[in-house]
Nanobody, 123 residues
Framework: VQLQASGGGVVQAGGSLRLSCVVSGRTSSSYAVGWFRQPPGKEREFVSAITWRGGAPYYADSVKDRFTISRDNAKNTVYLQMNSLKPEDTAVYYC?????????????????WGQGTQVTVSS
């Protein structure tokens, strides 16, 4: 299974970005995808997750009401729409997939990881 994250960049505070995660390879018909981020000098942290078949997505409190996760099953792609960005959102963003239909909040529960995409929010 391969994951390819893209869409990062440099944006001013209050701006928006949309990240994409394309999942390819030998995947099961139902798996969950999550987004994590790693700010400079800090641990990787959970951002959001969604199951492939539907159900309520999960969000970290720090991004709730600003970020929206969605999926396009036909394109095997998961998106993370990030609005009202803040400087503290600056991080490398990673997408990950797990061999389960249920989303998870802990990084060790994910089986496959993408390479990461840099998001920089300037004040």
């Amino acid at each position: 299974v391969q994951l390819q994250a893209s869409g990062g960049g440099v944006v001013q505070a209050g701006g928006s970005l949309r990240l994409s995660c394309v999942v390819s390879g030998r995947t099961s018909s139902s798996y969950a995808v999550g987004w994590f981020r790693q700010p400079p000098g800090k641990e990787r942290e959970f951002v959001s997750a969604i199951t492939w078949r539907g159900g309520a997505p999960y969000y970290a409190d720090s991004v709730k009401d600003r970020f929206t996760i969605s999926r396009d099953n036909a394109k095997n792609t998961v998106y993370l729409q990030m609005n009202s960005l803040k400087p503290e959102d600056t991080a490398v963003y990673y997408c990950a997939a797990r061999n389960s239909s249920r989303p998870a909040l802990r990084k060790w529960e994910y089986d496959y990881w993408g390479q990461g995409t840099q998001v920089t929010v300037s004040s």
